[in-house]
């Protein structure tokens, strides 16, 4: 009995040696760089954001008003995500800094000491081009927090789309900023 036991435990063992998926079976796609990645995500968010807000201008325009609530909350749904990603790349980029100040200036800081990092002022001028699309992003998403599109008020209705349309604008010129740096 233990012989059988065995025998079906190294056939085992062999069986899914032979099975395995080795380094060949790869796809070679799957080996990307961080920023072919962070590239990638980002022109599927614009895509996104581009067909959810071309989807709610049809909708406005067809009176659909179940539609259009719908597609707002998709549209400031994938602004939120934005604003969220540029406010993580904004603070990375300011840890990074703070790192590179440290460590040029030859302080070490032991674990019991923590540093204590001064906050930007919040009233300041954006200063980097990525401050300056949180800004107006952030703006646009409060002006659309309590908003609904009012198919009795077409005008209003198309300064709204205007400034939804300079958020994708200024998606499209992140996007084409992260596209230069890659090649």
Known sequence: MTNKYYLFLLASFFLTQALAQTDADIPADRYKTDQEIKLNQEMVEVEYYTLQLSKLKEAFAAKDISKT????????????????QLELKLAEESAQLQRRRTASSGQINGGDEPVQLTARDPFAEPVTPD??????????LAAFQKH????????????????????????????????????
């Open 131 to 140: 401050e300056k699309r949180l800004e107006t992003m952030q703006y646009t």
């Open 69 to 84: 609530v719908v597609l707002e909350s998709a549209v400031l749904m994938a602004l939120r995500n934005e604003i969220n």
């Open 148 to 183: 609904s599109f009012d198919p009795a008020q077409p005008e209003q209705a198309k300064l709204d789309f205007e400034k939804l349309d300079k958020i994708q604008q200024i998606m499209e010129e992140a996007l084409s900023e992260l596209l230069s740096r890659q090649n």
